[in-house]
């Protein structure tokens, strides 16, 4: 078997996508191919060495696309063989023979209203039928994808994204210590909302940003926290787990996110996680009152309330933090690469 991804951002790079892109790798022991398309500024993964790594981007989108077909074409693929996509579109670029006798699957990236645009749409409408296998987050995403097309309903499989970290053994203590893991990207991750609520807070609590990004977006971050005492940009973390137990709590304002890997790895390690309600995986990971709270967008005046609360309340601390591994047995390593291996299979 040939398993082959196709994915714009190299696996060696920080994000949600990439990481799946990396265990899917690791977990089928067979002919892997990774083909993506910008060749990243920096690398936080060495390659591995049982992946063959092909870049088909060109300076311009057209011949990125037609270069993205020929290097599907060169891999020869057969019935045996298995393609994963993590966007609609791209069942555009896979050569009609391709399509005919390889399997599919598709995987969600995003909440619909993103994942979905007009283009995806008609794409979905011509080629649903090439799709063997759709793997959404959550049951609610299931339900949501089935209204909206309801003949891939039976090809829909709920695969939550896994924890690449082992669960904790101890709830934590509370602190006034908060943390964010984030890729830097102010459009998305809307750092202007986490920034206003430290610049809001008491000067007792603090906030460390992890992440790495774009040298602009980089700038734009260490501009908007020049003149905070109380939050600190401490770069990317090459040790997850590690980083995450020196705090309390894990913050997001994020404007919308797909799954929210990092959230599910601070629950993995007992921290309580306060967000705002900005995307449809949100409940899942986070149970209002039971391992964290849910805010509504832009209320930050009740974001400011939960954090003190969280952090002050050893009682109710403790019971969060204790929720919080309980929760994490969901999306351990095991539970998702068994869901996995039968997709795939």
Same mark, same amino acid.
């Given at each position: ?16 996508? #990439?990481?799946?892109?990396? =265990?899917?790798?690791? +977990?089928?022991?067979? &002919? ?5 398309? $910008?060749?990243? /500024?920096?690398?936080?993964? @060495?390659?591995?060495? $049982? ?7 060109e300076d311009r989108k057209v011949a990125s696309k037609l270069s993205q077909i ?8 057969? =019935? ?9 579109? &791209?069942?555009?670029?896979? @050569?009609?023979?391709? +399509? ?8 969600? %990236? ?56 082992? %669960? ?33 807070? @008491? ?12 040298? !602009? #977006? ?26 995450? /137990? #020196? ?53 930050? $005046? ?21 929720? !919080? ?8 390593? %095991? ?11």
């Open positions: 078997m040939k398993l082959v991804t196709i994915n714009p951002q190299k696996s060696t790079t920080m994000g949600g996508v #990439e990481t799946l892109v990396r =265990s899917l790798h690791q +977990l089928f022991q067979c &002919d892997n191919y990774e083909l993506y398309e $910008h060749f990243p /500024q920096k690398e936080h993964y @060495p390659e591995s060495d $049982h992946i063959t790594f092909v870049k088909y981007g020929n290097a599907v074409k060169s891999l020869q693929l057969t =019935s045996d063989d298995v393609v994963v996509l993590f966007h609609p579109n &791209d069942l555009l670029y896979l @050569p009609r023979q391709v +399509l005919n006798h390889v399997k599919v699957v598709l995987v969600q %990236t995003n909440k619909f209203s993103v994942f979905f645009k007009p283009l995806s749409k008609l794409v979905m409408a011509l080629l649903h039928r090439k799709i063997d296998v759709f793997t959404v987050y959550t049951d609610q995403d299931k339900r949501a994808l089935a209204s909206l097309f309801p003949k891939v309903a039976d090809k829909v499989k709920v695969i939550p994204r896994g924890c690449k970290l082992p %669960t904790a053994s101890q709830p934590k203590m509370p602190s006034n210590k908060l943390v964010t893991i984030a890729r830097i990207d102010e459009e998305q991750k809307n750092f202007s909302a986490m920034i206003e609520l430290m610049s809001t807070l @008491p000067s007792d609590y603090s906030l460390d940003i992890y992440g790495d990004g774009t040298p !602009a #977006e980089l700038s734009d971050l260490k501009s908007k926290i020049a003149g905070l005492a109380n939050v600190q940009f401490k770069g990317p973390t090459s040790d997850v787990a590690g980083t995450l /137990q #020196e705090y309390a709590v894990f913050m997001m304002t994020s404007r919308y996110e797909g799954f929210g890997q990092t959230l599910i790895e601070a629950r993995s390690q007992g921290l309580p996680i306060i967000a705002y309600q900005t995307f449809d995986a949100l409940p899942w990971i986070v149970e209002d009152g039971i391992n964290g709270y849910r805010i509504e967008s832009g209320d930050s $005046h009740q974001f400011i309330t939960r954090i003190k609360q969280v952090c002050s309340d050893e009682v109710l601390y403790r019971r969060l933090s204790q929720n !919080a591994l309980s929760k994490a047995q969901d999306t351990e390593l %095991t539970v998702i690469n068994r869901l996995w291996q039968e997709a795939v299979a």
